[in-house]
Nanobody, 126 residues
Framework: QVQLVESGGGLVQAGGSLRLSCVASGRTFSVHAMGWFRQAPGKEREFVARINWNGGNALYADSVKGRFTASRDNAKNTFNLQMNSLKPEDTAVYYC???????????????????WGQGTQVTVSS
């Protein structure tokens, strides 16, 4: 129903930057909010950031506040996560996700999101 395609991951040095992108397609009229999550090997999936479908009301995990910025390119249905001042502990597979208009729960809970991208690897070396 909704397809999400991510790109932009890679290998960077500590202190560097990456910009992740997530292109939404399909029946996107039902989407209310977009989330970013990450998962390191052997660890639980972790909330990173959330924005409304219209690109407003960005919210962030404490671990990335002041370093990461979520935004929307309205002309392209593309959602971006600008990651600055990267640290080795940011190393993970990053996923974008979409929640429909009728979701219930907290924005930082992965269970409220209905659609997920394929993930893109971010590796930060020290």
């Amino acid at each position: 129903q909704v397809q999400l395609v991510e790109s932009g991951g890679g290998l960077v040095q500590a202190g560097g930057s990456l910009r992740l992108s997530c292109v939404a397609s399909g029946r996107t009229f039902s989407v209310h909010a977009m989330g970013w999550f990450r998962q390191a090997p052997g660890k639980e999936r972790e909330f990173v950031a959330r924005i409304n479908w219209n690109g407003g009301n960005a919210l962030y995990a404490d671990s990335v506040k002041g370093r990461f910025t979520a935004s929307r390119d309205n002309a392209k249905n593309t959602f971006n996560l600008q990651m600055n001042s990267l640290k080795p502990e940011d190393t993970a597979v990053y996923y974008c996700a979409a929640a429909d208009m009728f979701y219930t729960g907290n924005y930082y809970e992965s269970r409220i999101y209905d659609y997920w991208g394929q993930g893109t690897q971010v590796t930060v070396s020290s």
